[in-house]
């Protein structure tokens, strides 16, 4: 048996890092300029790999790794890649692909398929055979020709500029179709506190919206788009430059190119496309929960998982109410108020309205409170453990008609998440035993956390109860042979009581348990609540309260961190 263990083991480290023989080093540069890899590019089969540090530190590529599956997500432009290590087989956008060469771990470091990166986010790649050098450099589009405007019964009618903003235009034939739409103009203006950019469009689409630095830059990706014209705009009082161009003959971009991020908002209205741009502070408190939103404007409420409510503001309702019971709202109540409609929102928990990733999200206000208040500088490493998953659903939460209400694996995870949110914003290394719906068994959950040498262990869970359907509370499971585990359990258990206001159940020992005696590190079980019980399943149903949860959680970690690194 200890053979066949070994051979497999070498097995896979002979196809997660290639030989010597088939592995040949290669330069590389990046828009004329050569670029330094402490992990060099590599030529394996015929294939060129590049290091994936690379994209990151001179593309700005953003990837997230999961490293219990193996798999990395690119982020680029708008535009998302989705491999796994050893592995043919992505995902574009969504789309699936299949790609000439895996991506591969080579001496630590993981190694993608440059050629697949390259036509998936528009790089050209050429070799250099003098220098052994791999050139990527940025698809440039060729200049369109300009062609002459047909005549027409009525002059174009374009909104006024400033005097002292410039416009440059090329202008091209262009017709709707069914499935492709037309940006028949592009104008700006300047208002005394914001800027507007408004795109003339044949019919309401939806952009791929993604922010840039140096310089900063909000991107806008149309796709099934044309411009009629393309061009830039210039000199406003907080926009440094409006570009737009057509990508491809279906494809259409604009780019707003400013000193500094601004908080926006972009709406449909009446034939055009609008993009505001305010210099007001990127946080706003709705403690009154009221809003102002131009009139025939779609207005999404969401939370910070990008999931909400949709509904319209209409001119021709003077009121309406709208009755939610998610995500922290309980309801929204619409009225006309002069030119505008005015919403109120009626929050559940206390709410804050943020702009992150460039659009405005709504959250529990306590996050808010925490990233404010807990700054981690040293390294700190965590490993946070969702229960159960896959194939292991854990304990079921029945509605009083017999459905299913809540899953134990679902609600773990939403939390974990959320808590791991938290800490990584507030300066913490953390890492996940799964981010997925998969079952992760528990030894491999504590081997996965010894082998990180992990500072901490904390696994989340919520409970049941076959005998008694009434019990509510939490509670936090150690080890008692562990001073420094006994210490977390009771800072995270006291700060989630303060938080849920949660019947306190105590610290209980966890000496049994897998992932406490198997880790080598300070470790605790987290019981947020009992889905046999049909007031607290219903509770923990509700993403304000795993939100609150969360939060609990998170600020006892940071407290018993911080009172450990003193």
């Known amino acids: 048996m200890k053979r066949i263990c070994l051979f497999f083991v070498i097995a896979m480290l002979l196809f997660l890092v290639p030989s010597a023989a088939k592995t040949k080093s290669v330069s590389l540069s990046i828009e004329g ?8 590019p590599v030529i394996v089969e015929g294939r060129t790999l590049i290091p994936s540090s690379v994209l990151v530190s001179i593309l700005e590529v953003s990837i997230r790794w999961n490293s219990t599956l193996q798999r990395m997500i690119l982020s680029y432009e708008g535009s998302t890649i989705e491999m796994k290590i050893g592995s043919i087989e992505a995902k574009v956008n969504g789309n699936p692909v299949t790609m000439e060469a895996a991506p591969m771990i080579i001496n630590g470091s993981k190694m993608i398929p440059l050629r697949f990166f390259a036509t998936s986010f528009g ?6 055979d003098a220098t052994k050098t791999v050139l990527l450099t940025r698809k440039v589009e060729p200049p369109k020709d300009e062609t002459p405007k047909p005549p027409t019964t009525k002059p174009e009618q374009e909104t006024p500029q400033k005097p002292e903003t410039e416009k440059e235009e090329t202008e091209q034939v262009v017709l709707p179709t069914m499935d492709r739409s037309v940006i028949y103009g592009v104008t700006a203006e300047d208002g005394e506190e914001e800027n507007y950019v408004y795109l003339e469009i044949s019919k309401p689409i939806r952009p ?6 140096d310089p900063m830059r909000l991107v806008l990706d149309f796709d099934k788009t044309v411009l009629k014209k393309t061009g830039k705009i210039k000199e406003l009082s907080l926009i440094e430059e409006v570009r ?16 500094e991020m601004l908080p926006y908002v ?11 741009l305010r210099e007001d502070a990127n946080e706003v408190n709705f403690s009154d929960g ?6 025939n404007t779609e207005v999404k409420l969401m939370d910070k998982k990008a999931s909400g409510v949709t509904f319209s503001v209409s001119p021709a309702v003077s009121e309406q109410t709208i009755p939610i019971n998610a995500h922290g709202i309980s309801g929204i109540s619409v009225k006309k108020s002069g030119k505008a409609s005015k919403v109120s929102v009626m929050f559940t928990t206390p709410q804050k309205a943020v702009i992150r990733n460039h659009t405005v999200v709504f959250e529990h206000e306590a996050f808010s409170e925490i990233r404010d208040e807990y700054e981690i500088d040293e390294k700190v490493t965590i490993v946070l453990d969702a229960g159960h998953g896959g194939t292991d659903p854990g304990a079921i939460g029945y509605n009083a008609d017999g459905s299913i209400g809540v899953k134990e694996s679902v609600a773990n995870l939403y939390i974990t998440l959320r808590v791991a949110e938290l800490l990584e914003d507030c300066g913490m290394d953390v890492h996940l035993t799964r981010s997925d719906d998969i079952f992760v068994d528990l030894y491999d959950r504590a081997k996965f956390a010894n082998n990180l040498d992990a500072d901490y262990f904390v696994s989340i869970h919520n409970n049941a109860s076959e005998s008694d359907k009434t019990v509510e509370g939490t509670m936090v499971m150690y080890m008692t042979s562990s001073v420094r585990g ?5 800072t995270v258990l006291t700060s989630v009581i303060e938080e849920t206001n949660q019947n306190n159940l105590g610290m209980r020992v966890g000496d049994k348990l897998v992932v406490i005696r198997a880790t080598a590190m300070p470790a605790v079980l987290v019981e947020g609540g009992f889905l046999t019980t ?6 923990l149903a509700d993403t304000a309260f795993l939100d609150t949860l969360a939060a609990g959680i998170a600020k006892g970690i940071l407290e018993n961190t911080l009172s450990e690194l003193k």
């Open 33 to 40: 300029e050569p670029v330094y890899c402490s992990s060099p």
């Open 290 to 295: 009221t809003l102002l939103f131009p009139e």
């Open 266 to 276: 972009c709406y449909y209205k009446n034939g055009k496309y609008c993009i505001v």
């Open 123 to 128: 790089y050209n790649v050429a070799w250099e």
């Open 244 to 259: 737009y161009n057509n990508q491809t003959d279906d494809s259409a971009r604009v780019v707003i190119e400013m000193e």
């Open 486 to 490: 006994a210490k977390l359990a009771k």
């Open 534 to 539: 049909i007031d607290e399943m219903e509770r």
């Open 208 to 213: 791929r919206i993604s922010m840039l630095s």
